[in-house]
């Protein structure tokens, strides 16, 4: 029996092109978002749920690190994206631009920090926004699969960007950079906003 059980994928696997191509959408979800899931059903003879198991994750070993991070943090990258639309500017809305504004002093500063700590991460994480308790924002990287509920369970992620290479490999090989400034067109501003307005 499967524990734990794959999101839908909110779109097709070419809605994101020419941003994220069909193939490395197609190979991101069924080989290494599936695999994940498939190796944490075979690890843990229980479910735990999957907010629980990573914020308590230092419990538990390094394979099912491994994997329920791969699982839970890509569930939610999954929905940090959507389709691209060549008639938007994909702008983010008053509240999360208020937000970055305050934080960050620009929706151009705030995307520079983003692609400063996707080039500062030496080999796979990921890049995340997160809200922080007092209420202030920053942007924090991780290694592998980790994910910020693990060190602090308080925290709300508003977004997270894999750069494991996987990710963008096939489209655009060692171009990192060219990556992380090409999501911008796919990002799903609605996910941050949502957060944000359940913690006003």
């Known amino acids: 029996m499967n524990i ?18 069909k193939k490395t959408m197609y190979v991101h979800f069924n080989e290494h978002y599936l695999g994940y899931i498939k190796k944490l059903n075979s690890l843990l003879p229980a479910r735990v749920p999957i907010q629980s198991l990573i914020k308590n994750i230092d419990k538990y070993s390094v394979d099912i690190r491994n994997n329920a991070g791969g699982y839970f943090n890509h569930s939610l990258f999954w929905q940090m994206l ?5 008639f938007s500017s994909n702008e983010p809305p008053l509240l999360v631009k208020n937000i970055i504004i305050r934080d960050f002093g620009s929706v151009y500063n705030f995307k520079q920090q983003i692609l400063e700590k996707a080039k500062k991460r030496f080999g796979s994480g990921w ?7 007092t209420g202030d924002t920053i942007i924090i990287e991780t290694p592998y699969q980790d994910n910020p509920l693990m060190k602090n369970p ?3 992620i508003l977004l997270g960007i894999d750069v494991w290479e996987h990710a963008y490999y096939l489209q655009y090989q060692a171009k990192r950079e060219t990556y992380i400034n090409n999501i911008w067109n ?3 501003w609605n996910y941050p906003n949502r957060v944000l307005l359940e913690n006003k």
């Open 186 to 188: 796919v990002i799903n």
């Open 4 to 21: 734990y059980l794959p999101i839908e994928l909110p779109y097709s696997y070419s809605a994101l092109e020419p941003y994220i191509d």
């Open 127 to 133: 890049v995340w926004w997160i809200l922080r308790p």
């Open 154 to 156: 308080n925290i709300k």
């Open 82 to 86: 959507t389709p691209f639309n060549p």
